[in-house]
């Protein structure tokens, strides 16, 4: 069960960071960092949604 | 009309004609002299000198020898855009004083420059040993431009092969505690934006002396009162650090889990991550 709640953290987690790296690519000038800061914040939205099933998984 | 009224008003007239003269010349006239710009200078000078202070000179002829004189410049310009053998003739060359490492006595000599001078030269560049450098040249207007060895040269990330985000210009948006609109327009920002990042920090708009936003959107100020503690952003150096306890925390699960197919889906995640971190560091640290 422990290991069920660690595995939710880390969700949490990347849910913050995938929310802070889109707004900082809003806020940002430079079309580059932009870009960048999208595509990593594309990555971590995979790893969200897989985390995601593994949660369901976990809670089954 | 008195003598001394005639002076003092010949001289407000004079600047004025000075200062209009100056304007339409531009810039160039101001920051370097060419042979053409410092004679005319100097003349257009001791014309306006002349006319202010021997009243017996008409205001009209002094006025028109001014603007011949200011015309000679603007056209040797003009002629200079179009041909280059006439700006070589009439702005000069540079010379070449080191060449390979090796100073150019010869070309010294022509310039008459002595040894001495050129080390003062070389000093106010920085440069204390001649052997450091590569290459250098007297510009016609008198500076040397120096270019050094390449181990001499400063290290660039580039020297590192280091990746190092791009940053656009930071703008300048409050000034001794007045907000600047059009800066704030320029990077699309509104007040409400401003006013929610200062209360983030903690002071008011009154109490700064200056803000700026950098290419990221952050806030820094200075403030009026010097004893007070500002926090610097730290948003993203946060992101940073917690995308790597994530990626830790994937790799301790991948070792954990007893299911295979669970394994596998951590460990290519935390590798996912990993490159991301990897991409997004010069970023995020910058």
Not at chain 1, 12 to 22: D, T, V, W, Y
Not at chain 2, 212 to 218: F, I
Request: hydrophobic letters at 45%; glycine letters at 6%; charged letters at 25%.
């Amino acid at each position: 069960m422990t290991i069920g709640s660690d595995v939710k953290q880390c969700l949490a987690s990347l849910k913050g960071i995938e929310a802070s790296l889109s707004s900082l690519a809003i806020r940002t000038q430079e079309n580059e960092s932009k870009q960048t800061l999208h595509e990593t914040m594309m990555v971590v939205n995979e790893l969200v949604t897989d985390l995601n099933k593994r949660v369901g998984e976990l809670e089954r | 009309m008195p003598i001394w009224l005639d002076v003092v008003f010949r001289a407000i007239l004079f600047i004025i004609v000075l200062f209009f003269i100056t304007k339409f010349l531009g810039k160039k006239q101001l920051s370097q002299l060419s042979f053409f710009e410092y004679v005319t200078g100097i003349t257009i000078g001791g014309i306006a000198a002349i006319v202010i202070l021997e009243v017996r000179h008409s205001i009209f002829i002094g006025g028109l020898a001014i603007v011949v004189m200011a015309s000679i410049p603007y056209i040797v310009g003009l002629i200079s855009l179009k041909s280059k053998k006439f700006r070589d003739f009439v702005e000069g060359k540079g010379s070449i004083f080191i060449k390979d490492g090796k100073i150019m006595e010869d070309n010294l000599k022509k310039e008459r420059y002595t040894t001495d001078e050129l080390l003062e030269l070389l000093r106010k560049n920085n440069v204390y040993q001649v052997s450091d450098v590569e290459f250098a040249v007297l510009e016609p207007t008198g500076d040397l431009s120096v270019m050094l060895k390449k181990e001499n040269q400063p290290l660039t990330p580039k020297d590192l092969n280091l990746t190092v985000a791009s940053v656009k210009e930071p703008q300048t948006v409050i000034m001794d505690g007045q907000l600047l609109d059009e800066p704030l327009a320029t990077i699309g920002r509104s007040h409400a934006w401003l006013h929610t990042e200062l209360e983030k920090l903690g002071v008011t708009i009154e109490n700064v002396f200056l803000g700026q936003v950098n290419s990221y959107g952050e806030l820094t100020v200075d403030l009026f009162d010097d004893k007070l503690q500002v926090a610097s952003p730290q948003e993203r150096p946060l992101i940073l650090s917690t995308m790597k306890k994530c990626q830790a925390d994937l790799e301790l699960f991948a070792l954990g889990t007893i299911s295979k197919e669970a394994k596998q889906m951590y460990s290519k995640n935390s590798e996912k991550l990993q490159e991301a971190i990897d991409k997004i560091t010069p970023i995020l640290k910058g």
